[in-house]
């Protein structure tokens, strides 16, 4: 019997050895999974948030004029270039004037030559009536006939009916050489508006036709207001009103934004690929002269913001499931004795972040997700979400 137990001590000891290395393998494997799951947390910190309708755009002048030609013939002089500052009245162009100068002269000496005519007519206006009146005391005498009497009054109707018609025809030459001198005065083109030449469409020595339209000469555009054009699609139309506010940033100007309201929304859209979009109509100040015409531009609409409130990313929101009664948010807290599940009470949200009413402050951290990390060679995957109670 004793002999039996000596034969059997090596396996007993045999045993506990491999039962301690199989446990301590089994602790280390344990450890391992366990250090394989990096979780993700956040600082929870103050900012602002917004909830907005997003469009794109372009710029344009609120005020421009397009500035034409009135009359044909050759472009003598342009006074002016793309970029260049102007007042209104300031001379801009010059088109030859030969043929209006010379068409003024005639009607001047027209018109000279029957005033003259008037005055002859006056003239002979006044013999007529002398001798009208000669011979009607002749006639009370009878020392004329009735029909020299009939002539004499005779003529003086037709001198007088002739000083009317001629008096007629001066008002018209008049109308007529007023007109001549209009259309010599724009022969000579001046700015209508203060503004910039953003656009000259003619060359010195061109020449114009203007009998079947006005062409366009060039642009004075008025670059300190401007006009932004916003596409909005047809779902978001209905939350848009005047008056609403919005701001925008452009391409090249980095993280400027640009403040303003809508100051109207036209009715009649535009469809592009079957795609209905409205416009609505934003008015800037652009004193700076940062902006430029036809300038795109990303332009937010807000419908709701708040300044300097609780923040957390929508990544450490979760929600109980819709079968549990008295559904609502949580998060799991990290902190020092471990994961604590944290209800929150939420208010406005964006794509990335969301409002904390009630159930956190800021300094607070958060779990976001986990990072599942490859315990040979150090290398993580893809971030998922912890399980509750993680």
């Not at 007629?168 to 700015?191: F, M, P």
């Not at 303003?260 to 859209?269: A, D, F, G, N, Y």
């Not at 819709?322 to 902190?335: I, L």
Request: with cysteine; hydrophobic share 40%.
């Amino acid at each position: 019997m004793k002999t039996t137990r000596l034969l059997l001590w090596p396996y007993r000891w045999l045993l506990l050895v491999t039962t301690i290395c199989l446990t301590t393998f089994l602790g280390w494997r344990w450890l391992d999974d366990q250090q394989s799951e990096k979780l993700l947390t956040e600082t929870i910190q103050r900012g602002n948030i917004e909830n907005f309708i997003s469009a794109t755009g372009k710029l344009e002048p609120k005020h421009y004029v397009e500035v034409g030609a009135q009359v044909s013939g050759q472009v003598k002089a342009l006074h002016v270039e793309e970029g260049a500052i102007v007042k209104a009245g300031d001379l801009v162009a010059e088109i030859d004037a030969t043929v209006f100068e010379t068409r003024v002269q005639n009607a001047q000496a027209s018109l000279e030559g029957k005033k003259a005519q008037l005055i002859q007519l006056q003239a002979e206006l006044e013999l007529a009536n002398l001798r009208a009146k000669r011979n009607l005391s002749l006639h009370q005498q009878n020392a004329v006939s009735d029909d020299e009497l009939f002539a004499s009054t005779t003529n003086e109707k037709i001198l007088r009916a002739q000083i009317t018609a001629m008096k007629a025809q001066i008002k018209a030459d008049a109308a007529s050489l007023a007109g001549d001198k209009a259309t010599l005065g724009y022969a000579n083109i001046y700015a209508p508006i203060d503004g910039t030449v953003v656009n000259v469409q003619v060359r010195q020595g061109q020449t114009l036709n203007a009998n079947q339209n006005a062409p366009t000469l060039l642009k004075i555009a008025d670059l300190t207001v401007l006009t932004l054009r916003a596409e909005v699609s047809e779902a978001d139309i209905p939350h848009l009103y005047a008056g609403m506010p919005v701001y925008f940033k452009t391409f090249g100007g980095g993280e400027r934004r640009w403040q303003s309201t809508i100051r109207q929304v036209l009715p009649t859209p535009s469809v592009i690929n079957d795609v209905v979009l409205y416009q609505a109509l934003i008015d800037i100040d652009n004193n700076d002269g940062r902006l430029m015409d036809a300038m795109t531009t990303q332009a937010f609409f807000l419908l709701d913001h708040a300044k300097d409130v609780i923040l957390v990313p929508l990544g450490a929101i979760q929600t109980n499931t819709p079968a549990k009664k008295n559904q609502r948010s949580y998060v799991q807290q990290h902190t020092a004795n471990g994961l604590i599940d944290t209800p929150v009470r939420l208010g406005l949200r964006n794509r990335t972040h969301a409002q904390v009413i009630k159930g956190l402050k800021a300094g607070d951290s958060v779990v976001v997700g986990s990072q599942a990390r490859d315990s040979k060679n150090g290398r993580t995957d893809n971030m998922k979400r912890p399980p509750r109670g993680f």
